[in-house]
């Protein structure tokens, strides 16, 4: 099952996505987004609503972040041995996290936005999971009992704020920077610990590729270890991580520019695409 949020009829919502267009179950579940939802209802209670008739053909769709008002999104640095290798940072023994902010994120054929204030604005290419059931210190061996979904995401990077400080946050929440959709897949389409493919693209040129098994600290890791210092809650996000090819490390270095389209995809979840524009 594939479910998203989306403005449609100048009303912000959510539901299930289907091939030949949108169930809105916003008013059918009484709950205003898709985080409140899954913190509410099991997968089974919202596919029940999978075969009734499509509110609005994906045409009429306006497609927002997959959980607009996620509270907290972890993002996983450093975490392919090729990324890590072409940054030259030395080898962690934990995961390197990082936070965005939701105000951050776009949603799938919204513009990535390069901010005034630079033009060293970076792609990376992410698997995003989505956490449906929440708890305190998850161990590895229950960790995916735990993920509900998974997205596309693009951890878009302001490269030269974000080497500001030795902390990252700076270049990681410019407003308009990180594309995160177009829906997410639920967990029951996609095997606990199945190997998925990422892949980003700039204007059609394959930048990144990898499977989830190069990842350095697997997705229950990186589970257990944040659950260990704040509990995880339904809606939370953990963005697991982009391979080595980023713009910065090419040489000469690749950024993204006004008018280029970026997309992400991700076997088994879709293809995630945002043009590129300036900001005003």
Known sequence: MRLA?????????????????????????????????????????????????????LDAVSWLPVIPDAHRIFCIGLNYEAHRLETKREP?????????????????GQPLVRPRESTQFDYEGEIAIIIGKGGRRIGTDDAWSHVIGYACYNDGSIRDWQRHTTQWIAGKNFVGTGAFGPWMVTADEI?????????????????????????????????????????????????????????????????MKPGDVAEIE???????????????
């Open 191 to 255: 095997a606990p610990a199945e190997e998925l493919t990422l892949t980003t693209r700039l204007n059609g040129q394959v930048m990144q590729q990898a499977t989830t098994d190069m990842l350095i600290h697997s997705i229950p890791r990186q589970i257990a270890y944040i659950s260990t210092w704040t509990p995880l809650e339904p809606g939370d996000v953990i963005v697991t991580g982009t391979p080595g090819g980023v713009g910065a490390r090419r040489e000469p270095p690749v950024w």
């Open 92 to 108: 962690t023994d934990n995961p390197t996290v990082f936070m965005r902010l939701a105000s951050s994120q776009i949603g799938h």
């Open 5 to 57: 949020s989306f403005r449609v009829a100048d009303r912000d919502t959510f539901g299930i996505v289907r091939d030949d267009g949108v169930v809105d179950l916003a008013r059918r579940l009484g709950v205003a987004s898709l985080r409140e939802a899954l913190g509410r209802f099991g997968l089974d209670e919202i596919g029940r609503f999978a075969g009734e008739p499509a509110d609005a053909p």
């Open 266 to 280: 991700v076997s088994k979840v879709g293809v995630l695409r945002n043009p590129v524009v300036a900001e005003d």
